[in-house]
């Protein structure tokens, strides 16, 4: 595998008090603000790259500040190319590809001498302090990270060249070839400037003889035998081109300066050179590069965002490791939801990491690629990782109308209470997805059709065949079956027939008033277990629409607006404890 930082630990940094991060290529931190993402960033960067942390960068000032890391992917190879010195430095620390490192500060303000990086022994399982040559090693392993903050240093990351920024990695990367291609035209300019302006020029501008000529005057007065010369130093070829900047031009008129413009146009420049460094560096091997970026869509148009996602997804397929804050559902696709961060924070924990989703399936249904492949959807509904709540359904209209409804009943959206919406692949899933969820430790419940408590519950385990509502309700189906034209199958349930279809037969079931009470019954039985069950078949018989498309579900919100909630729904009622259940 690539070089990538795997396992992080993070002890007593800000609000960081024992924070485990689990990184992949590409990793999002998604969570609320003020939940220490963007601690998180600068804890790894300071684990490469040690500064002096200040007591307000301690959560507790008495206790020193640790970041520790699994380093993966340092193969043989990638030690044999590095200098002897710095090899000798680290080769018998790795084991099977696997180097670990931490960093400590003991106290506030600590002298940078003073901060120690420290690298496991394998044989022993002990931290070897500052052994010899560690820091440049573990530099000619892992490059300077590149901090790209939320917005407080987007002009100079985009206009500085600095090798922090994203314009100095760009500039690094072109100034070889530059100098292979200009080096003898750049030196012979360069030479001509050095004889006009250096001291020991011998095309000197006349005018600096002048003044040398007069301030020496004013020298000889106060030190006799003593004179100077003005001095120019001609910079070098890369001294030039690390110089560097951007100049932003409209139309046809001067260049302008980059902090001049808005945080929108700063952004966009900022992440097109992302863009850009993922074009230069495809396919480019390399050592990784750790690109720290916090809320890379702020300001940016809903394409652009999507623009800027898949070059930071090139970006960690070629030499980069990328680590992101984000509070956007379109930073995160589908394949990046099984190994994205949800970052929260309490009082007693501090910031902390919910277990991913990928942990959390395989720990539900561990080595199934048929139920992953089943479970998938919970991933493609990103508003999971953005939630505090989930609600699961299989239906399309509930997809469609359940905000619309939980906004009339409650006048709060969905959205304004942490609550998402989430469809399911079928509701076969409903106890794999409520079980993943539940070890992701985000609540959830469920809602499902009427026969889902007849067929899936009972072999899900929610309600047992021989449960007095089950057997209650099988009996009365079969005495009401054949005046209805209702087929039975084996079990003594609904099938599709010519006359009368399963749906249909449930709705019947659903009416009868001997049946009603046995269903209210098995509906509190689940609704105890997080499932709501639909007693009258399903949502649209409670809401009186009778079809499932975008005409019907367009008229139905527009009768409820005209006419309001009660008027429009035959079942109004159950609807408004539908809601309540939900936010309890």
Known sequence: MALQITDVTIKNYKSCINTRLQLSALTPLVGYNNAGKSNCLSALQWLLRKSSLSEQDFNDPTSPIEVEA?????????????????????????????????????????????????????????????????????????????????MENAA?????????????????QFIEPVRQAHEKDLNTHLSEVSRR???????????????????NAKVTELFPGMSVKLHFETPTIDELIKAGTLKVFEG??????????????????????????????????????????DEPELYLHPFAIEQVREALTSLSNSGYQVVITTHSAQMVTPE?????????????????????LADAIQKVVPNSVHQMEQLFS???STQVLFAENVVLTEGKTELRLLPFLFKKASSKTMGQEKRALVAQSGVNDTKKSLEILAAMDLPAKAICDLDYGLTGAIRDGFVGATSPEVLAIKS????????????????GLPK?????????????LANDAVAKPEIQSLHNVLKAQGIWLWTLGAIEAHIGTQSKDESAWAQFKNDVNQNGLAATCPDHQSILDLVEWIRN
């Open 156 to 172: 100079e990351d985009a206009s500085k060249s600095k090798n922090t920024t994203t314009i100095g990695k760009l500039l690094a």
């Open 476 to 491: 009365r189906l079969a005495q009401i079956a054949p005046a209805n034209n209702i087929t039975l199958n084996g079990i």
């Open 378 to 380: 919970l991933s493609h």
């Open 336 to 356: 990046l939801a099984e190994t994205t961060l949800l970052m929260r924070k309490n009082d007693q924990q501090g910031t902390y990491t919910r277990l991913r």
């Open 70 to 150: 699994d380093i993966h992917g340092v193969s043989q190879t990638l030690l044999d190319n590095m200098p002897d010195k710095q090899k000798k430095s680290i080769e018998k620390y790795v084991d099977n590809g696997v180097l670990s490192i931490r960093r400590i500060q003991l106290v506030p303000a600590d002298k940078a001498a003073d901060i120690k990086l420290s690298i496991k022994d394998p044989a022993t399982s002990q931290w070897v302090v500052n052994p010899t040559g560690i820091d440049n090693a573990i530099n000619a392993l892992l490059p300077e990270p590149i901090r790209i903050g939320a």
């Open 252 to 293: 046809q008129g001067d260049g302008r300066d980059f902090t001049s413009y808005g945080h929108g146009a700063q952004r966009s420049i900022q992440m097109a050179l992302v863009q850009y460094l993922a074009e230069v560096k495809r396919n480019v091997p390399d050592l990784t590069t750790l690109l720290l970026i």
């Open 496 to 508: 599709n027939s010519n006359h009368c279809t399963a749906a249909q037969a449930f709705e019947i």
């Open 197 to 215: 302006i250096s001291s020991d020029g011998d095309m000197r501008f006349g005018e600096f003889s002048n003044i040398d000529t007069n301030v």
